[in-house]
């Protein structure tokens, strides 16, 4: 079932993946076209690596909008994936199926899943660094993970908290 899920989620970041770049776009690809010693990082609030990523990826083939924004389709879809299998470690299977239907059919992920920008592969990052968090601090049981007991409620508290703040960091550096 979470095949049908991913499929019909590739679907639907592809049907309008066609329309013209905005001004950020835009921008981002003409930078990313520059070799990698004119690049100037601050010029844009978004993280370096992108800008990396991006210029090897205009290496690879042509510059259609089509092409450069499908890596954002991808990342999307894997997004969705990892999802699930966060929502199936911590709920249930049907519980995860629903979640990611529910992320699948979104538009705000599909819209930012569509834009040649860094938004669908942070959102990927950071719920695979999520999940990793997850399978390295929960314990091992075969009932539901949420609200299990007190102390490992705090200790979460206090991770995520570290983490959201790094994240902020990230997200504004420069």
Same mark, same amino acid.
């Given at each position: ?68 924004? $499908? ?9 969705? $994936?990892?999802?699930?299998? $966060?929502?199936?470690? /911590? ?34 990052? /950071? ?36 983490? $959201? ?10």
């Amino acid at each position: 079932m979470i095949y049908l899920i991913l499929f019909a989620a590739l679907i639907l970041r592809l049907t309008s993946l066609n329309q013209s770049f905005w001004l950020d776009e835009a921008a981002q690809a003409t930078i990313s076209q520059l070799p990698l010693k004119q690049i100037n990082f601050s010029v844009d609030f978004q993280p370096p690596f992108y800008y990396l990523f991006t210029h090897f990826w205009q290496q690879i083939g042509n510059q259609s909008e089509n092409f450069l924004r $499908f890596p954002s389709v991808f990342f999307g879809v894997l997004t969705i $994936f990892f999802f699930y299998r $966060f929502a199936k470690r /911590i709920l249930n299977h049907n519980a995860a199926l629903v979640a990611s239907f529910l992320l699948a059919t979104s538009s705000y992920h599909i819209y930012f899943s569509q834009e040649y920008r860094m938004y669908s592969l942070l959102t990927l990052l /950071i719920l695979i660094s999520w999940y990793l968090l997850w399978e390295i601090e929960a314990p091992r049981t075969k009932s539901p993970r949420i609200l299990q007991d007190q102390k490992l409620k705090s200790r979460e508290a206090k991770i995520s908290i570290i983490l $959201f703040i790094w994240e902020l960091l990230v997200l504004v550096k420069s």
